[in-house]
């Protein structure tokens, strides 16, 4: 049985479309539009489970100061990637802001809590949880089941609370399987 760091490092490695290309100006233009409008220039972001680093190269090119933390070694080239499971005791820099996207699925069911007192316990102000509902599409390829937490709005909404203060709606359909987009305010 693989742990969850080698199971996300045989997945970087294996599956050629795994990731995101953030420096896409088309890719999550709507949420991107909300970044800017949201969180001040010069601000320090931190993007937990940054993946191959586009996320940080956009942050960067946006007049952000960005940092990432991701669990599988081979998956960005970024420099100064933190490489670490959420799920245990790190180390993180205090940012201003985060930014969590695609990510609290991927964790353990009995994990989340831990996941979520670490982001809450390393930022600021407040921190972007785009989470995906629908069944995971690519582990198949390496016969890995990747989204292990995949719940209804108020299981997260009720979960984020017991971490932040506030925590707002910006997207969701219950139609739609995709995402639930939340921002969570410390």
Not at 94 to 116: A, Q, R
Not at 153 to 163: A, G, S, T, V
Request: hydrophobic fraction near 40%; aromatic fraction near 10%; glycine fraction near 8%.
């Amino acid at each position: 049985m693989l742990t969850e760091q080698q199971k996300y490092e045989l997945v970087w490695q294996e599956v050629g479309r795994y990731g995101k290309d953030w420096t896409n100006p088309a890719l999550a233009s709507s949420i991107k539009k909300w970044i800017r409008a949201t969180i001040p220039k010069k601000s320090s972001v931190m993007d937990f489970g940054c993946g191959n680093g586009t996320s940080l190269e956009w942050l960067k090119s946006e007049k952000y100061n960005p940092f990432g933390v991701e669990i599988a070694k081979n998956a960005t080239g970024y420099p100064g990637v933190i490489i670490g499971d959420l799920r245990n005791d790190l180390v993180l820099p205090k940012c201003d802001y985060g930014m969590c996207v695609d990510v609290m699925e991927h964790i353990p069911t009995e994990g989340v809590e831990k996941v979520l007192n670490n982001i809450s316990n390393s930022i600021r102000s407040g921190a972007l949880f785009i989470i995906a509902r629908d069944e995971d599409k690519d582990g198949a390829e390496v016969g890995q089941v990747l989204h292990l937490t995949r719940k209804p709005l108020e299981w997260w909404r009720e979960k984020l609370l017991q971490h932040f203060s506030k925590v707002e709606l910006l997207r969701y359909n219950a139609n739609d399987e995709s995402a639930i987009c939340l921002w969570a305010w410390n």
